[in-house]
């Protein structure tokens, strides 16, 4: 990458990192520029500023492109891939088959958990919003027939979306922040995992429980009506905009009908990926002790094959096989493909333009600068990290500007602190991904989404879905700072 030459010392860089970050919430929060075009200006203006005597103008277009470009390198790719496979999964009823199989098999007193299961399941390759609204029919179906205020139902699936978007690749702010602070995809897949799961429990499961039976939040009209004639035999709920039912499935909790997938081959589609992504982790640690030979052939092929984008594009190649067999005709198929990449477009630039603005900090010396600060303050790089991403998140309510900012702020101290495990970066990463995720309110889409779907009042969605997305950002950092203490 190319470099611009700092021009100021390092109070005068820290100054300019801090008017960059004012810069680019007051053109978010207070002009409502959209997020992709205030990193790319702030970022392209900070470069500028810092271009030294010795430096070129020239440069700084170079260095745009190059922070662009890296992080669109592998974030388009997994994120693309990812979201294929959530559509297909959507439209030919995946997510209904696996949320009525484990909903049968928890039973009726653990169907709240069953619901979250299935979520953190199928929220490995869909996003947040698109995998709440596939799930709000299935939710209020389960509310429906079994009592009780829909919080109990909707926050642990709600929040078991939150969470793996946060934590988990091939989601796009993980995989940018990784990728930034030079974390290893397959061993970021698996600690994300590993401190998703009791974070989810915790903070969103248990939480959800607690929640149901202090506030009840009743169907919601619209809805009542709607599944109480598909029990008179009318047709089943559609949901809203973006909610698909499978061609041949029933609505509500019934039996699919025919044309859905089998449970084992929606499990297939979902866990394909990580066995793969898992299998290049495992054959770099055998070869690393020595217990193989890196060098062999097979070795090489099976890393090749689990590598992230590899490995999710075989999982795509079997998702369209097997999910389309007697349901969707070719055609339709790469109709569906087309599709799921529009809604995941701003997404992606955001998040490019965020790995711009981290290129440009590591480029013009502020980043160098911020590292120096940090390390002479004491302060332990996963607590700065966290509090920076949190600031960045009550701010300006988006988490993966917050995300993104935070690595692209943070990339130098990690590189230049000393000592650091394999699975360090990794619990940097989701002490980010906490802080992004914490204190969601007004500013936050979700906020809005999770509140008007659920048909609750702003006080009601503050003291439910503000704290719960509070816990888990606070019981991901505490994990994530026992893993980067212990480990």
């Not at 109480?228 to 949901?239: F, K, V, Y």
């Not at 029933?250 to 990580?274: D, I």
Request: with cysteine.
């Amino acid at each position: 990458m190319e470099t611009v030459t700092p021009a100021y010392g390092t109070s005068t860089l820290l100054l300019i990192a801090a008017a960059a970050v004012a810069l680019l919430l007051l053109l978010i929060i207070r002009f409502k520029l959209h997020a992709f075009v205030a990193l790319v200006l702030v970022s392209a203006v900070t470069a500028v500023v810092t271009v030294g005597p010795d430096g070129s103008l020239l440069d700084v277009v170079d260095v745009l492109t190059a922070g662009f470009g890296s992080t669109l390198a592998s974030v388009a790719l997994l994120v693309g891939f990812g979201v294929m496979i959530g559509r297909l999964l959507e439209v030919t009823g995946g997510a209904q088959v696996l949320a009525d199989t484990l909903v049968a098999r928890f039973g009726e007193k653990r169907a709240p958990l069953a619901l979250g299961v299935a979520s953190l399941i199928f929220g490995f390759p869909i996003f947040f919003d698109a995998g709440l609204v596939v799930f709000l029919p299935i939710i209020f179906s389960v509310a429906r027939r079994f009592g009780g205020s829909v919080l109990t139902y909707a926050l642990p699936a709600a929040g078991a979306f939150a969470v793996m978007h946060a934590f988990v690749p091939p989601h796009p702010g993980p995989v940018a922040a990784g990728e930034l602070l030079g974390a290893d995809i397959g061993v970021l897949i698996l600690v994300g995992l590993v401190l998703a799961v009791p974070t989810w429990f915790t903070a969103s499961y248990l939480f959800g429980l607690w929640a149901g039976r202090r506030t009840d939040v009743p169907l919601p009209a619209e809805w009542a009506e709607r599944l109480a004639a598909n029990t008179a035999g009318q047709a089943g709920p559609s949901g809203t905009a973006g909610a698909a039912t499978a061609p041949g499935a029933t609505g509500g909790t019934g039996t699919p009908g025919p044309a859905a997938p089998r449970f084992s081959t929606v499990l297939l589609v979902l866990l394909l990926p990580l066995v793969l992504i898992f299998l290049n982790t495992g054959l770099n640690t055998l070869a690393t002790a020595g217990a193989v030979d890196g060098e062999a052939t097979w070795v090489q092929v099976l890393r090749l094959v689990g590598q992230t984008p590899i490995a999710l594009l075989i999982a795509v190649l079997v998702t369209m096989v097997v999910l389309s067999r007697g349901r969707l005709t070719r055609g339709e198929v790469e109709d569906l493909a087309n599709s799921s990449l529009g809604p995941v477009c701003a997404v992606i630039l955001i998040t490019g333009a965020g790995g711009m603005f981290g290129g440009v900090l590591r480029a013009s010396g502020i980043g160098g600068a911020l590292a120096d600060t940090l390390a002479a303050t004491g302060l332990p790089v996963i607590v700065a990290a966290f509090i920076i991403s949190l600031g960045l998140r009550v701010a300006q309510g988006s988490a993966t500007v917050a995300l993104t900012t935070t690595a692209g702020l943070m990339a130098p101290t990690v590189e230049a602190t000393a000592g650091l495990s394999s699975l360090d970066p990794a619990f940097i990463v989701i002490a980010i991904a906490a802080g992004a995720t914490a204190l969601s309110h007004v500013n936050d889409s979700g906020f809005w989404l999770v509140g008007r779907f659920l048909g609750m009042d702003v006080p009601t969605t503050l003291r439910t879905w503000t704290v719960m997305e509070t816990l888990i950002g606070l019981v991901g950092f505490a994990l994530a700072f026992l893993g980067y203490l212990l480990l």
